[in-house]
């Protein structure tokens, strides 16, 4: 089946820890994006890849890190430079056109100890 | 910049309409999302209308836009426990596909 996975679906790290959240897609999508969500705030853009080897941050991209090295994956590290990181971090992924759909995953809950 | 404005919560019988309200502020958006988030989980995309259409009906769901007032509104028809959920807007401007999210509403629907 074609989609979007993350994994762990739950993460637990203690504070001063960096951790890396995984996400794939088998979708063949050029462009891909980490989102975070807090509650009662919707969904902030962290960093975004149009195409492999190349991203660009979004509105909140202070304390993390991501890196684009193949086309299916786009893993996103939260690192210790992160004041708040305990929240749930959502991936999408899309076509190239401004028609195309963000597709997302089912998202990791991190909790910072 | 881009603001998307929703109420946090509504709660609604089983069988009657649910109508979700948006508000939002930059009015070059190409096109304008629904998506619908269950608990635990992540997004799933409901339905979407291009920023030049009024309205978009898709089974039990209504999507109407007024640009005038730059206000978007969800309704679901003979709402069911299963839709339970947090309901986001979300618009889309043009390009890589820069979207702002809303703040999400809510839904409860009593049995």
């Known amino acids: 089946d074609g989609g979007i996975t993350q994994s762990p679906k739950y993460l637990f790290r203690k504070e001063g820890q960096n951790v890396t959240l995984s996400c794939e897609q088998n979708?063949?999508?050029?462009?891909m994006y980490w989102y975070r969500q807090d509650p009662g705030q919707g969904l902030r853009l962290i960093y975004y890849?149009?195409?492999?080897?190349?991203?660009q941050k979004g509105d909140i991209a202070e304390g993390y890190s991501v890196s684009r090295e193949k086309k299916e994956s786009f893993p996103l590290t939260v690192t210790s430079a992160q004041k708040n990181p305990t929240a749930f971090y959502l991936c999408?992924?899309?076509?190239?056109?401004?028609?195309?759909?963000?597709?997302f995953g089912p998202g990791t809950r991190l909790t910072v100890l | 910049g881009e603001d998307v404005e929703q109420s946090l919560f509504l709660s609604v019988r089983e069988g009657d309409s649910s109508v979700i309200n948006c508000t939002y502020t930059?009015?070059?958006?190409?096109?304008l999302y629904w998506y619908k988030q269950e608990p635990g989980a992540g997004l799933q995309l409901l339905t979407y209308?291009?920023?030049?259409?009024d309205m978009k009906q898709d089974q039990r769901l209504t999507v109407l836009l007024n640009k005038k007032d730059k206000h978007l509104s969800l309704r679901i028809a003979d709402t069911q426990t299963g839709d339970s959920a947090i309901y986001f807007c979300a618009e889309v401007f043009g390009g890589y596909q820069k979207v702002t999210f809303g703040t999400g509403t809510k839904l409860q629907v009593i049995p």
């Open positions: 890849s149009q195409i492999v080897n190349d991203f």
């Open positions: 979708l063949n999508h050029d462009a």
């Open positions: 209308i291009f920023s030049n259409m």
């Open positions: 930059d009015s070059s958006s190409t096109y």
């Open positions: 999408a992924s899309s076509g190239q056109t401004s028609t195309d759909t963000q597709y």
